[in-house]
């Protein structure tokens, strides 16, 4: 079974601050993902990666960077969190060359930025 | 015009009858269609997926897609209480684009 793993469910910070948020894949998946959840907005991709060190935007990476030195591990990171910023994170990877592929998703992290 | 668009519900249906869920898409290119079901706080789970014009069943499940008419659906027959969940159509050309989910509830 694929595993994804997320390093926190729930997160709070203060307006400002930065924000890491960690992603762990176990089934050697060249592609990961990182998405926010808003009530009535449905996921929304924010960055993907398609190999090590390579990373491409998504449809709303304003505030957020990612980082991708080991190709289990996808980071997400916040420089300086802000209100708008609080809600569901999930992680998801898949196999292969295309973006095309089924994807696996983490548990999710809950963030609250006061 | 959304990429991909599903009415958000709530859809309620009976236990036991058979509950219809719809997409529609813009792409025409689009090739690969999934449906996921994500339970209240949890993440979203792989139901089946259909590349092909026409039906796939697996189990209690059936995915149709029409690629002429650009919409994709989901039946869940005999219906559990279990089954309540929100349920989102995926679909694309070049990169997935989720819908917003419909909320289905399975009344006892």
């Known amino acids: 079974d694929v595993k994804v793993t997320q390093s926190s469910r729930y997160l709070v910070k203060r307006t400002g601050e930065k924000v890491f948020l960690e992603c762990v894949q176990d089934m050697d998946h060249e592609n990961m993902f990182w998405y926010r959840q808003d009530p009535g907005l449905g996921l929304r991709l924010i960055y993907f990666?398609?190999?090590?060190?390579?990373?491409e935007k998504g449809d709303i990476p304003e505030g957020y960077s990612v980082s991708r030195e080991k190709k289990e591990r996808f980071s997400l990171i916040l420089e300086s969190a802000s209100t708008n910023q609080t809600s569901m994170y999930l992680c998801?990877?898949?196999?292969?060359?295309?973006?095309?592929?089924?994807?696996?998703f983490g548990p999710g992290t809950r963030l609250t930025v006061l | 015009q959304k990429e991909v668009e599903q009415n958000s519900g709530p859809l309620s249906v009976p236990e036991g009858a058979i509950a219809s869920l719809n997409c529609t898409y813009s792409d025409r290119g689009s090739q690969s269609f999934f449906w996921y079901r994500q339970y209240s706080g949890k993440s979203p789970e792989l139901i089946m997926f259909i590349y092909s014009n026409g039906d796939k069943e697996d189990g209690r499940f059936t995915a149709q897609l029409n690629k002429a008419s650009q919409y994709v659906s989901l039946l869940i027959r005999d219906s559990q209480p279990s089954d309540s969940a929100t349920y989102l159509c995926?679909?694309?050309?070049?990169?997935?684009?989720f819908g917003t989910g419909t909320r289905l509830t399975i009344i006892p």
């Open positions: 990666s398609y190999d090590v060190k390579m990373k």
């Open positions: 995926v679909g694309g050309n070049e990169k997935l684009t």
């Open positions: 998801a990877s898949s196999l292969g060359q295309s973006m095309m592929n089924t994807q696996y």
